[in-house]
């Protein structure tokens, strides 16, 4: 019987206790070397055996192979991973850390409140509509049937633009008062019946707490065959209270418009304590009325066929009531104390 007097357990145990690569590969060197490995050398003397012996000789150094080849192999995937432990030592990374806060950025209270109104319309099936900025004096006024010795049209009021242009155009251009020239453009350019809003800046010669020389309105319109006053204060009261609070106190007013008859203003009681004692005070926010006959006929829609009304909101007032700003100026004075807060 042939005994197989190397000590292959030997092999496996300092396989097993291997902390590093080289280490293994010399290991393995010495074990499988092409020329002087232990077993390659082992292996190759069975051929010398007789036939007993070589069978019996064989199967050991096999199994031994086999088991030695696997340890090595698992041991070089061991050194290959990074082990817990020193994960746990070097790479480590404490998550109750504190990191410096991300300052994030976000839109200023006017474009964000003009997305919630586009929202509340929205939901009224009212379209949404932009128009330009410098206006004609036909858009902003004429068509609208201001008449030329009207007081809005007051130098005081309004910022006239000069332009080469328009001298031998009869139309002098201004920076637009209210966002209803847009109502003009609006019904020149669709066939009723319909229903939109119009967002924007506008700019007038004006400016204290409730006053700004440029500020924003949205205007809006809805012509139908038998649109009436009722329709005009459902929309005006929703658009109050979803878009101001839900408990506003409101009041209902005639007001003189040239563009629509009967003509109407809403003002709302202001909520806020401030320091000029606003509160319990009255704050006017939207004009409102029928369209009138005239202005619809200068968009060429026929006034017996079709009628409806138009309303112009101002932006900040609104705002001004939700949040209880007690100054319009804080909106552009680009401070983060004040802007950060919405
Ligand atoms: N354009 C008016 C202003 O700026 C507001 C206004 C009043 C708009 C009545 C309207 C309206 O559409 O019907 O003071």
């Not at 007993?52 to 199967?59: E, N, P």
């Amino acid at each position: 019987m042939v005994i197989d007097t190397h000590d292959w357990q030997a092999f496996a145990k300092r396989i097993a206790a291997c902390k590093a690569q080289d280490a293994l590969d010399a290991l393995e060197h010495e074990l499988f070397g092409r020329k002087a490995g232990i077993l390659t050398v082992a292996l190759k003397d069975v051929g010398a055996l007789d036939p007993d012996a070589r069978r019996t000789q064989a199967a050991l150094l096999n199994a031994a192979k086999r088991t030695l080849t696997d340890a090595i192999e698992a041991k070089r995937k061991e050194l290959l991973s990074p082990s817990q432990d020193a994960l746990a030592s070097g790479d480590s990374i404490d998550i109750t850390m504190e990191l410096p806060r991300k300052e994030r950025g976000h839109l200023h209270l006017i474009p964000e409140f003009i997305r919630s109104v586009e929202e509340v319309f929205g939901r009224m099936g009212f379209d949404v509509w932009k128009g330009p900025e410098i206006e004609s004096e036909d858009m902003n006024f004429n068509l609208l049937n201001i008449p030329a010795e009207h007081p809005a049209r007051d130098a005081q009021d309004t910022f006239w633009v000069e332009s080469s242009k328009l001298k031998a155009d009869s139309s002098k251009l201004v920076l637009r008062t209210h966002t209803s020239p847009v109502q003009i453009r609006y019904m020149q350019s669709h066939k009723p019946p319909f229903r939109a809003i119009f967002p924007g800046k506008v700019y007038r010669k004006d400016a204290d707490a409730t006053h700004s020389p440029m500020f924003h309105q949205f205007e809006g319109l809805m012509i139908g065959k038998d649109i009436n006053l009722a329709h005009m204060k459902s929309v005006m009261i929703t658009a109050i209270r979803e878009l101001i609070d839900p408990k506003a106190e409101f009041r209902f007013r005639t007001g003189y418009f040239p563009f629509v008859e009967p003509g109407l203003e809403v003002d709302m009681r202001w909520m806020g304590d401030d320091a000029q004692s606003r509160e319990g005070k009255w704050l006017e926010i939207v004009g409102c009325g029928l369209v009138h006959p005239n202005v619809l006929e200068n968009c060429k829609i026929d006034s017996k066929e079709w009628q409806g009304f138009a309303f112009g909101f101002g932006i900040e007032r609104m705002i001004m009531l939700r949040n209880r700003i007690p100054d319009l100026r804080s909106f552009y004075e680009g401070d983060l104390r004040f802007l950060s807060q919405f």
